[in-house]
């Protein structure tokens, strides 16, 4: 009964159009000082302890990190370098938007700063080379979306922060679904440039590779910075982003030079807003999972889908419509917040790994960001290619529906998670 006042609550406040945080916040509130005896006390103590995590200091790093690469020319190098690999295949240029979107995504750790750094470089190329642009806008739009699933990601932080899970177990799992998803991407892109025979690049010489490469290393080489630094154990993922933010001001500012720093208050500002919005959050889902975890229920729903005789492979398909499902209303940082403490236990009672669960649901966050009408990457895309949400989401659908066939797979095969960090974290 009385988690159906509370979502009763929350999805009410939603409707209003009132901001996800203001919601949760009031939600807990009302709740607590009308039908709990909790002291206020413990609610502002929770609000305190709830973000004093040390992880939660990597999400300002990652984001400042994105925002100097984004401001830095990083995207114009890797596109080149993209474009000299893999420029003569069939959608040669869409192939390198794939290639960019993943290289660019392993070195910011965000979604939408992936397809604003790639799309406002590649898509007016492919337009004049003569791409339609509703193609160029499906391959940017959902390729994107990899930002959050190759590692570092500030959605796996969040995961990591919400469920007590560690952050470099992550980061190493969503290397091989990162690189899968972009293959297969990539492979969707292929087939329909090969069937609609769309203009292919001369090919590059090894000359072009090599200096093509050679411009877009000092990007490339945060990479290894990062997750270099974890695995050896030099650095915990929080002094990784710490790392990651130093060390793209001094290529953006002093080795590229493309950064002025005029400019640097702009971008110190952008971040802190950014930072300043996720950590409010963050806050009121700590609030709201205090309240989950006070009133039993995540306990009472594990207790009950066992009673019913919910195996993993049941209760995971339905975590997968329930996620599919917020992301037609939420955008992922607040779903993570909000889902991962109230499905996690039930996860663990049936006996799912929680990194592969960390996976799976970052896979949908992946997808919710590419589906209306809150897809994050289909309103940054539509504001690169000035296309309304509607064709956007028509341009969509054959990458979308690959990212949904390849989430059956992380769904039900855990080996695709769990084998990489199983090997290097032992």
């Given amino acids: 009964m009385n988690a159906a006042i509370i979502f009763f609550l929350l999805i009410a406040l939603m409707l209003t159009g009132m901001p996800i945080s203001i919601s949760l916040g009031l939600t807990v509130l009302t709740f607590l000082f009308t039908m709990t005896n909790v002291p206020i006390e413990s609610v502002a103590l929770k609000l305190f302890t709830g973000i004093e995590k040390f992880e939660i200091m990597a999400i300002p790093f990652f984001i400042l990190a994105g925002n100097f690469l984004t401001h830095g020319g990083v995207a114009k190098r890797m596109i080149r370098f993209a474009t000299s690999m893999i420029g003569h295949w069939h959608g040669g ?26 799309g406002s470089v590649i898509l007016p190329a492919m337009v004049k080379q003569g791409f339609p642009q509703r193609f160029g806008a499906g391959i940017i739009t959902t390729s994107g979306a ?49 069937k609609h025979n769309y203009p292919r690049l001369p090919k590059a010489s090894w000359a072009e590779r090599g200096k093509a490469f ?62 300043a919005m996720l950590l409010y959050i963050i806050t009121n889902a700590v609030l709201f999972s205090f309240l989950m975890t006070n009133e039993n229920i995540p306990q009472a729903m594990a207790d009950w889908m066992i009673m019913q005789g919910f195996g ?40 799912i790994d929680p990194i592969h669960f960390g996976i799976l649901i970052t896979v949908n966050m992946e997808v919710g960001m590419c589906h209306p009408p809150v897809g994050l990457n289909l309103y940054v895309a539509s504001g690169i290619t000035k296309m309304g949400i509607t064709e956007l989401t028509v341009a969509v659908w054959p990458w979308l529906l690959t990212m949904l066939g390849f989430l059956v797979v992380v769904t039900y095969w855990p080996p695709l998670s769990t084998w990489l960090p199983n090997l290097l974290m032992k």
């Avoid at 938007?97 to 750094?117: D, E, I, R, W, Y």
């Avoid at 209303?329 to 236990?345: D, H, R, Y």
């Fill in 146 to 194: 990899l930002g959050i699933l190759i590692p570092p990601s500030i959605a796996m932080v969040m995961y990591s922060v919400s469920t007590n899970t560690s952050v470099g177990s992550m980061f190493i799992a969503g290397i091989i679904p990162g690189l899968a998803l972009a293959m297969l991407l990539g492979l969707t892109t292929w087939w329909i440039a090969r």
């Fill in 214 to 275: 050679k411009e877009s290393a000092w990007g490339l080489l945060l990479i290894v910075v990062v997750m270099g630094g974890i695995y050896s154990g030099k650095f915990t993922p929080t002094e990784a982003a710490a790392m990651a933010a130093v060390y793209a001001f001094i290529v953006a500012v002093f080795i590229y030079k493309d950064l002025s720093l005029k400019k640097l208050p702009k971008v110190l500002l952008d971040s802190a807003s950014m930072s």
């Fill in 312 to 351: 993993p492979v049941v209760f995971l398909l339905v975590v997968n419509i329930l996620l599919l499902l917020a992301g037609n209303v939420m955008e992922p940082s607040s779903i993570i917040l909000i889902m991962a403490p109230i499905l996690f236990p039930v996860a663990m009672k049936l006996g």
């Fill in 93 to 118: 240029l869409g192939l390198a938007g794939v290639m960019a979107c993943a290289l660019f995504a392993a070195v910011s750790g965000s979604s939408p700063a992936t397809v604003v750094a790639i």
